[in-house]
Each structure stands twice: as structure tokens, then as C-alpha cells.
């Protein structure tokens, strides 16, 4: 479908912007988010109080693509 081509094109520019902004070459888009989280130095933080790093923002971002492309493979 339509909605699954964009968001397979999405996946691909933020795994480029992401990698390029952290400097990671990246082997694939599924384990990007693994490498990731091996570079984070503190814990991951939710809800009230707490200010999520740049990195968690990317971490989480790449996770809902992810799961996405996932649901759409599926159907």
C-alpha cells in the first residue's frame, strides 16, 4: 500500500539522519536501535520530571517505525 511505502522511505532517512548524527555506520535498521542504546550512558526516563535525551528520542522513534513496518508485514 501507499502508507507502507511511505513509511519504509521515512525508516530510511531517519536511520541515514540518525546514524549520521551519532556516527554509526549502519549495518541494518533493525539492530540500530541495540547499537544504539549500548552508547547511552544514563537509564531511560519516563514520565513526569524528566527530560529524555536526544538520544532516547531517536532510540524510541526508530522502535515505532520498527513496529510499524512490522504490522504492515503482516497483512
Do not use: C, W
Not at 30 to 57: A, C, D, I, W, Y
Amino acid at each position: 500500500t501507499k502508507y507502507e511505502v511511505r513509511l519504509l522511505e521515512r525508516l530510511e532517512t531517519v536511520v541515514q539522519e540518525i546514524s549520521n548524527q551519532h556516527g554509526i555506520l549502519p549495518s541494518s535498521a533493525e539492530k540500530l536501535p541495540e547499537t544504539l542504546e549500548q552508547q547511552m550512558t544514563g537509564p531511560f526516563v519516563h514520565g513526569r520530571g524528566n527530560r529524555k535525551s536526544q538520544l532516547q528520542r531517536d532510540i524510541e522513534k526508530l522502535r515505532e517505525l520498527l513496529e510499524r513496518k512490522v504490522k504492515y508485514s503482516v497483512y
